[in-house]
């Protein structure tokens, strides 16, 4: 996990205020959330809050490990009428469609993609590109990747992980990310690695944890006769 949110005290947060969130993984994580101190914002969700459109309005971005496709939607309508709901206004057409044009490029997509359904005919690495942008445009509050990393080559994996950086470093948000390797941490550095198996935070440490985690696996860490695709990290 990588995670820039700190207590206003300046102390890193204890795993134990993280750990409920992830009981029901990754949708009842965002559907659950109450309160998060995120890059020094505190992100407040109350009961009523349950429909996603709530969640993503309140600074909450998911980005999904199987993005859906939605015929019939294009992606410059999408995007737009999603940056109109967690804004609460409208983008300009000339200014939206040139941020738009510019993120594109920086994530190496084909122009063309503006125009089609969102997510249809889309490769893996694609759909997680399109995942990127969002997150780019839409400047949530914390993002919650879930492997983020899968599915994808090696070119994919660096043009992705620098959009999250990129994103991350131009609208200071916290990032919880879910992975079950350790080489997108070859390009999003972890402040903190948890590792969380069988319904539980079952070792916490720094970047270096995930150097044991490749070196050693994760059986170490399960019930005996579990199998390691239980283990996240």
């Not at 109350?46 to 993005?67: C, H, N, W």
């Not at 939607?73 to 941020?99: H, Q, Y």
């Amino acid at each position: 996990f990588s995670d820039n949110g700190i207590s206003a005290d300046g102390r890193q947060e204890h795993p134990e205020l993280i750990e409920p969130l992830l009981d029901q993984y990754m949708q009842t994580l965002v559907n659950t959330v109450k309160t998060r101190y995120c890059g020094g914002v505190f992100v407040m969700l109350d009961a009523s809050v349950r429909q996603d459109s709530e969640t993503a309005k309140a600074g909450i971005f998911l980005a999904m490990q199987y993005p859906v496709e939605i015929p019939g939607v294009s992606m410059t309508n999408f995007l737009r009428t999603a940056k109109t709901e967690v804004d609460g206004k409208a983008p300009a057409i000339r200014t939206w469609t040139k941020e738009l044009s510019e993120a594109m490029k920086r994530l190496k997509m084909d122009p063309k993609f503006a125009s089609r359904s969102v997510n249809e005919g889309f490769s893996g690495g694609e759909k997680k590109r399109a995942e990127v942008l969002q997150l780019e445009l839409l400047k949530p509050k914390f993002a919650i990747l879930d492997e983020t990393d899968s599915g994808l080559d090696v070119d994919a994996l660096r043009i992705v992980s620098e959009g999250v950086n990129r994103a991350k470093e131009a609208n200071q948000f916290g990032i919880l990310m879910v992975t079950h390797y350790t080489r997108i941490l070859k390009y999003i550095k972890p402040d903190i690695v948890h590792v969380f198996a069988d319904g539980h935070f079952v070792k916490t440490g720094g970047p270096e944890l995930a150097d044991e985690l490749e070196e050693n696996g994760y059986d170490q860490y399960l019930p005996e006769g579990a199998d390691s695709e239980s283990a996240l990290a």
